[in-house]
């Protein structure tokens, strides 16, 4: 039942233009996915709603677009080039590599084997950052890290945010973008890539212990309600605390927010506090002062770091599969109009009368500024609303004979699937208060 709803939502995905396996015609490369057209509306929605969020409706949250690439001493600084490894075990067989913490894909390779005894190498250590080299002679490139996860490049700029912004303790820095890791076991569609991005927040406290607590609290509840507003089910998220064991090498405490997957709980975004470890560090490692000076205490400290980090994939697959809704005669995603690709269709009735497309095409035209319209006069009219219905558009916009004489046009919307008449003035109206909630 579980993996039935996966794999309807994976076809759905590849039907509809949401996600492709990346560089599907050479026969894809592991942990690689490419957004379509519905997909990037998606995550660009997604992506906008939270910066909307955190920087322009906050005073205390700024935003920055640091480089992928760094200099290497960053990531010996973070602690990520002798702690971010995964246990490697390989079979004496095939050669191939599993990661140890997974007895589940460890198990299936052992039965792909049929009959044979399988033996497998002890654990190794294997790092999982992703290494390139940078140079324009060959034998002297310098080797570099594609970054592991996007923080370092807020961490290293801390002092040129402060000193070029007027912002003041506890403020935050967020940013968006990709981080590259190298998966042992890439799985569960988009869910475990090599290549994927995130949205975080390092939020930059006063190092006491109360403070930590109070901050941490609050990031906690932020991001869950969030989550809720944006429209995902209740029932389908819940907070899991990290144990001592499982914490990253950063952090003092950690908590996950999960969705109940079709394959179980899985973590989709982490708030973590990170304490000094990270601009203490970069202290060390590049021989500058990483302090903050409090202007009004003349007191100089090391900030604490409250971080929150969401997968921007994980979160778009997760909000796919929770809006993934069947009905006899139809699948539809019940997607918050906020975060649908498009957020209304225009159809002439019928494709062959050019005085129903001239007219509709006029109304998609005074639409299209406003808001993601999507056009359709292909087949029938139900066809065509299916086809927005898999792809969540919350409105379909028809025009009709009708619609000639008194400037009226039917209005469909996705879930209820209810009609109604209103007047194109109206239409507009309706349609820019859902602009407006976003
Ligand atoms: N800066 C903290 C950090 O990177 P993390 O828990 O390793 O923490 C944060 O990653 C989020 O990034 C995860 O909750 C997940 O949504 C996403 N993420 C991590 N590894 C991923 C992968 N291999 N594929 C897709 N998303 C991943």
Redesign the pocket.
Known sequence: MADDLMQKVISLCKRRGFVFPGSEIYGGLGGTWDYGPTGALLKKNLKDLWWKEMVQLRDDIVGVDAAILMNPTTWEASGHVKSFAEPLVECKICHERFSADKPDSIKEHEESHKGKKVEWTQPKQFNILVKTYLGVIEDQKKPVYLRG???AGVHVNFKNVVDSTRIKIPFGIAQIGK?F?N?IT?GNF?????E?E?M?VQFYIKPEESEGKKWFTYWKKNRMDWYLSIGMKKENLRFRDHEDNER?HYAKMAT?IEYKAPWGWS????I?HRGDWDLKRHSEYSGEDMSYKDQATNESFIPWDI?T???V??SLLFLLIDSYTEEKERIYLKLDPKIAPYKVAVFPLLGNKPELTKKARGIYEKLKPNFMTAWDDRGNIGKRYFAQDEIGTPYCVTIDYQSLEDETVTIRERDSKKQERITVADLIKKLKKLNDQN
Do not use: V
């Open positions: 996860e996007i923080t981080a890791r998966e890439p988009t869910f475990r890539s090599r994927f995130q975080e990253a996950d973590e989709f975004m982490g973590h971080e980090s969401a997968g994939d994980r």
